[in-house]
């Protein structure tokens, strides 16, 4: 039980990537805030780490609000007392073409995949630094270390998500606390279901699923990524196994990319 008696707070825990890193923590043995918007994915999740042994608490709250924020730290340090991992999690997709492009679409994506991050960081950065001893993990995306023509605010993202990892990771190594983030691929999750949709029906007019088959065929491992895939590699993260290391991007996308 690597992560025994730690408290993780996750972001998006709802469904998909972050409901398989709620759970893959609580494997560890982490009790687990379940945050998402949907208050009814954060009681699901909860109930789901609940039936593993550990405790969970689940928090409908919008992360790009600050007063939500607050909440999220005020309500699991009093259900849980501590706060010890982060994940950042949380994030949308909005695609389009760049002529095609709007400022609502450009600010809701900045305001969710990255402003939300550094000020969910913000929050609980006190707890972590008054204990001497923290992790953060934010979910990235291969997306941020190449071009994406279909969806630029997504890319912008989540290369500023990278960046504020290793900003970060620098400015609070010597306080104890750690800053690493994973870039995912092409995970099997409602969200490509959405891109596929938007991009690969709307935009480029292919028929449904042909889109994601396409690009799931340029894996070099020969299948879709899972939730589970990138939940593990976050639990490593979180754990001391990884207690060397701190300011990292890890692809994890079946050898899509290797930078």
Request: glycine share 10%; aromatic share 4%; proline share 3%.
């Amino acid at each position: 039980m690597e992560l025994a008696d730690q408290v993780a707070i996750v972001t998006g825990a709802g469904r998909g990537i972050g409901r398989a890193i709620a759970l893959e923590l609580a494997s560890l043995g982490a009790d687990v805030a379940a945050v998402d918007l949907d208050g009814s994915g954060a009681e699901q999740t909860a109930g789901d780490v609940t039936r593993t042994g550990r405790r969970a608490t689940p928090i409908r709250a919008d992360i790009t609000r600050g007063d939500d924020r607050r909440t999220v730290v005020d309500a699991t340090l009093q259900a849980h007392g501590r706060i010890d991992i982060l994940v950042n999690n949380a994030g949308i997709y909005r695609g389009a073409l760049p002529l095609e492009l709007s400022e609502e679409q450009w600010d809701t994506v900045m305001a969710v995949n990255a402003k939300a991050v550094m000020f969910c960081c913000q929050a609980v950065l006190p707890t972590m630094l008054a204990a001497k001893r923290g992790v953060i993990v934010n979910v990235a995306s291969m997306a941020g270390k190449m071009a994406t023509p279909t969806s630029i605010p997504y890319g912008v993202s989540k290369a500023a998500v990278i960046s504020l990892t290793r900003s970060l990771a620098a400015a609070y190594a010597k306080d104890g606390v750690r800053v690493n983030c994973v870039c995912p691929g092409l995970v099997d999750t409602e969200m490509w279901k959405q891109i596929d949709r938007e991009v690969g029906v709307e935009l480029l007019g292919k028929e449904p699923g042909d889109y994601w088959q396409e690009r799931v065929s340029t894996i070099p491992l020969g299948r879709a990524e899972q939730p589970e895939d990138v939940a593990r590699v976050v639990g490593f993260l979180a754990s001391s196994k990884a207690a060397y290391m701190t300011g990292q991007a890890i692809n994890v996308t079946g050898g899509m990319i290797t930078h």
